[in-house]
């Protein structure tokens, strides 16, 4: 892994608007960039459905990628993103609330450059947090033999993206485009525009679709001749005096901004797309035929790899061997439990916001007598006690006596369990806090690990009460009830 100078995280200072018309409705549309906190990334959010509710910019929530890319939660949709993200990676930031006015971002001029204008003059600002990349360590393909589509990364210490297209198409041809460098996008890139070929919206101008589409937004590529009558529905379509193409090319002869415009917009989707990926990149991608179902399917892998990655770097390294912090007896001096409900043998790690516990799991368990005696299984009931056990010791270690005090389990959600714990396993319980203990409320997400693998999860709420002595510690609160 390459050498890196720290990067603070960026957002925008102030907020800023643009106006324009969604592609396929045709009505207008307001767009407000908005600076957003630490860790944030990009999220959308429509002003004009009740609740106001958030969209993430998230591979995951990615639902259509037929004209463009639209994501949806809890039955919201927000349609072609793809112009806005690109504006934002290209302008290196990090984090933005991006409110709407309708489902649809404003199409613009068909590229990302007014988008970049507006976040110019909100002026880009650091803050406080280091940003965090995703590195490759090694060579990651996607193919689709249908759509004849090619994509490739490869590790990069910067973000770099090779395209070429090729659609047997006389009137492009095949073309290549490249970046370099993100600091290239803002005066290669974003100002090319969305091109189509002219068979592809015949079906959706009859459906009465591409209401906002018309040729200052778009490069409408014509690959054969046009009769008259055609061309008199064309200038009807988009509110045109003049339609035009002389023989096949481009329609009304629309001066192209680049020679190989329309591959430098491809590359501009790309970049749009992988936003949805989480985090920022160093990494060279190089895409051949390149499209939204395959920019959103490579996406889906890449973060495969970044979960990958986070859960390996989340696997306490205990020293087994090691003298624990907290033996068996220590343990029974914190908790209320005992044989045969003490679930942890040892704690060997312990912050102010995470530990890391341990239980030897043997034959001799009670539990294996009844449960699939003949196929001994340790309840995954009995795994969340152990790391709620766990969780109680990081909670009641805040507090000088935490004999008094004992920890009760209010909520548990996103409980999974991911393999099977059997007699010989070594259980490894990580708890760790959320958000600071408050009013003694402790939110924590535990996990279990048997030799290095995830095997459970759960997040976890519980109440600190006392329960013995008349007196509060000097300087310390009594836990409230909530």
Request: charged share 25%; glycine share 6%.
């Amino acid at each position: 892994m390459s050498i890196h100078q720290t990067e603070k995280q960026k957002t925008i200072k102030n907020p800023v608007s643009v106006t324009g018309h969604g592609l396929h409705t045709g009505k207008p549309v307001t767009l407000t960039f908005l600076p957003a906190p630490e860790n944030h990334w990009f999220k959308f959010q429509r002003m004009d459905v009740e609740g106001h509710p958030v969209i993430e910019a998230d591979v995951d929530l990615v639902v259509d990628t037929s004209r463009g890319t639209t994501l949806e939660k809890n039955g919201v949709r927000i349609h072609t993103t793809e112009h806005v993200l690109a504006a934002l990676v290209g302008m290196d930031i990090d984090n933005c609330l991006i409110q709407v006015t309708g489902p649809e971002m404003p199409i613009m001029d068909g590229s990302s450059i007014k988008f970049i204008e507006a976040l110019e003059t909100a002026e880009v600002v650091e803050q406080n947090a280091e940003r965090e990349y995703f590195e490759l360590t090694s060579t990651l393909t996607y193919e689709d033999p249908i759509k004849k589509v090619e994509m490739l990364a490869v590790p990069q210490d910067t973000f770099r993206v090779t395209v070429m297209v090729d659609y047997n198409s006389e009137v492009l041809g095949t073309q290549h485009a490249s970046m370099y460098h993100q600091g290239e996008f803002k005066t290669e890139i974003a100002n090319c525009r969305t091109f189509v070929f002219l068979h592809e919206i015949e079906p959706l101008l009859e459906l009465g679709l591409v209401k906002g589409g018309d040729l200052d937004n778009a490069i409408v590529l014509v690959d054969r001749e046009l009769p008259k009558e055609k061309l008199d529905y064309l200038k009807k379509v988009f509110n045109k005096e003049h339609v035009e193409v002389k023989g096949r090319g481009v329609l009304n002869n629309t001066q192209l901004r680049f020679f190989n415009e329309p591959a430098r917009h491809k590359l501009l989707d790309i970049v749009g797309d992988l936003a949805l990926v989480g985090k920022p990149m160093r990494i060279h991608i190089l895409a051949g035929r390149p499209g939204h179902a395959g920019n959103v399917a490579f996406a889906k892998k890449i973060k495969e790899l970044i979960k990958k990655e986070k859960a390996e770097k989340d696997v306490p390294k205990v020293d087994f061997n090691a003298a624990p912090l907290y033996n068996t007896l220590d343990i029974m001096k914190i908790l209320p439990h005992r044989y045969p409900f003490l679930m942890i043998d040892k704690i060997m790690q312990l912050s102010s916001d995470s530990v890391v516990g341990i239980k030897n799991v043997t034959m001799n368990d009670y539990w294996f007598q009844g449960h699939f005696p003949d196929e001994p299984i340790m309840p995954g009931v009995l795994i969340v006690e152990a790391m709620a056990q766990t969780g109680g010791i990081l909670c009641l270690k805040t507090f000088p006596d935490p004999e008094n005090y004992q920890t009760y389990f209010l909520k548990m959600n996103d409980v999974k369990f991911k393999q099977k714990v059997i007699p010989g396993d070594v259980c490894v319980f990580k708890c760790d806090l959320l958000e600071p203990i408050r009013r003694g409320m402790c939110n924590m997400i535990g996990r279990t690990y048997v030799n290095g693998k995830l095997v459970a999860e759960a997040t976890m709420l519980a109440r600190l009460v006392k329960v013995r002595g008349l007196d509060v510690p000097a300087g310390k609160t009594e836990p409230q009830i909530a």
